[in-house]
């Protein structure tokens, strides 16, 4: 066994260890938001580690430029699913966790469009909205 | 972004000239024309250009730093014996005003510790961001500001 197949070894298990901890991350986290934060980062940094992996062992051109653009699209679609995840799931009124302190997005939306509504302004201190 | 494709031609061109199509050398290539690119910017009419290339190369590491910072967050709280979170949704007052900016700024914010961007209001002055740290908000919404609006704002200026 030589260094790059060391190196490779634990990049491979640090990112399965990474992609492990996300799923329990799901099973565990109170709410559809937390949920998907544990979904997204510790997900996309496991699968970039095993990427990383495979294209240090091969050390080939072909396979190190497919990892990487494997990865830039991991890294362009997975924050975009979780927000519209997350954006439907608030859309739709699933509750959040109850010691979810503040939400600046209660009552914002349009219910003609479903789009957050008269926003011309910046958020200002004062119009914290309290969590019912 | 217009002399984003002669940079492209010139890496090329560098990887051709050297006699090796390679990983390696398609990098020395990029790097060797944003400097050509830095020099030649006020003759072809965009003299932040290489400004911007280098802006754009350290907020690339910059993120990638922060995805590995957001990972091992991420894998603490979740093994972690008891859930200790003040969860917030926060609106973020945005400056940026290029869509692509936004979306970078939007997917950043996601992959980053303790942030998801959950909405955008409908005139892209404010993006929501939902955050498991929620104990300061103001912080927060400073923390995205500084981290990721400023440097993002510097690369496409």
Known sequence: ?132 | MSLLGLHLGMAVLWAMATGSLTFPSLLMGIFVGGGVLHLLGPVLGDPRYGIRFYRAIALAFFFLWELFASGIRVAIDVLRPTLSFTPAVVAVPLELRNEAAIVLLANMVSLTPGTLSIDLSEDRSCLYVHTMYGEDPEAARQAIKHDFEERIQEVFR
């Open chain 1, 1 to 132: 066994m030589n260094w790059v197949e060391l190196i490779a070894g634990v990049l491979l298990l640090a990112g399965a260890a990474f992609v492990l901890v996300s799923a329990i991350g799901v099973v565990r986290f109170p709410d559809v938001y937390m949920r998907m934060h544990a979904a997204t980062k510790a997900g996309t940094l496991g699968a970039g580690l095993m990427l990383g992996a495979a294209s240090i062992v091969f050390g080939e051109l072909g396979i190190t430029v497919r990892s990487f653009v494997v990865f830039f699209f991991l890294l362009l679609t997975a924050p975009v699913a979780a927000h519209v995840l997350g954006r439907a799931a608030y859309y739709a009124g699933v509750p959040r966790w109850e010691r979810t302190k503040l939400d600046e997005l209660a009552g914002r939306y349009d219910e003609a469009d479903g789009t957050p509504g008269e926003l011309g302004r910046p958020v200002q201190r004062g119009d914290d909205i309290p969590y019912p």
